[in-house]
C-alpha cells in the first residue's frame, strides 16, 4: 500500500505496513487532515480514541519519517524529528523522504490519497 502525502508545495510517499490500522486509514482516502505540530518532532490528528482498529503495537524507537498510530487518542502522527523517546505505538509506514519539511510548517493541511 502506497499513499502521496501533499502539504502546501511539497510531496512525499510512504509505503505503508499491511495492517489493521493501515488498512482502515486506506479506507478513508483522499483525506486532509489539519495536522498539529506537537512536541517539535511530529505532525498529529487525533481521530479520538476507538477510532480506527488497533493490531500488534511496538513500544520501541521510532525513525524519522515513520507513520504512526497511538491508540490511547486515537492519534495518527507523521514522525519528522527525533529525540531518543520510545513509545507504545502501531507502526503504520514510513516516507521515503522530505519529511523534514514539517520542522518549518507548524501546524498544517496535510492530504494523504492512495497511489496505485
Not at 10 to 16: C, D, S, T
Not at 67 to 96: D, M
Not at 103 to 116: L, N, P, R, W
Amino acid at each position: 500500500m502506497k499513499i502521496k502525502i501533499t502539504s502546501g508545495e511539497k510531496e512525499m510517499y510512504a509505503q505503508l505496513e499491511d495492517n489493521p490500522t493501515s488498512r482502515a486509514i486506506m479506507a478513508k482516502l483522499p483525506l486532509t487532515l489539519k495536522m498539529s505540530d506537537l512536541y517539535g518532532r511530529e505532525m498529529c490528528y487525533r481521530f479520538g480514541a476507538g477510532a480506527l482498529p488497533v493490531g500488534t503495537t511496538r513500544s520501541d524507537g521510532y525513525q524519522v519519517g515513520d507513520l504512526a498510530y497511538w491508540p490511547p487518542r486515537g492519534s495518527f502522527v507523521i514522525l519528522y524529528e527525533q529525540n531518543g523517546e520510545e513509545f507504545e505505538r502501531v507502526h503504520l509506514g514510513h516516507i521515503a523522504s522530505g519529511v523534514e519539511y514539517f520542522k518549518t510548517t507548524g501546524d498544517a493541511s496535510v492530504t494523504f490519497e492512495a497511489v496505485q
